[in-house]
């Protein structure tokens, strides 16, 4: 089991992306936590496990999922993650609703895609542990 915050409302990333709280009501609406792919990397072609739960809370996306063990990149992102080699969460969206605020981008409507597992995340403080 892992689970983290794959965003944080109001904080920005490395690429000064900001993520307004709310963002992605609509689209885990649309799908829940199983219409949220669990990738290695973003790598479509490496799903990792499942998310089985993913909220919105008053901190920001919070996830909880499962790394399975049905292939080798599976296995290997359980041991990175398990040894503490990658504890990082990045997400892969479609951005619906945005606006300039000086040099940031505030993203208020997001499509979610996936959230996947990163040794380096666009967000540093996007991080998950095992539970």
Known sequence: MIQGYASLWGVADLNGDVVQAGAFADSLAKTGAQGVRMLNQHDARAPVGVWDEIIEDERGLFVRGRIEDWSPEARFAAALSRAGAMD???????????????????????????????????????????G
């Open 88 to 130: 990082g969460l990045s997400i892969g969206y479609r951005t619906a609703r945005a606006r300039r605020q000086g040099r940031l981008r505030v993203l208020s409507e997001i499509e979610l895609w996936e959230v996947s597992l990163v040794t380096f995340p666009m967000l540093p403080g996007a991080r998950f542990g095992l």
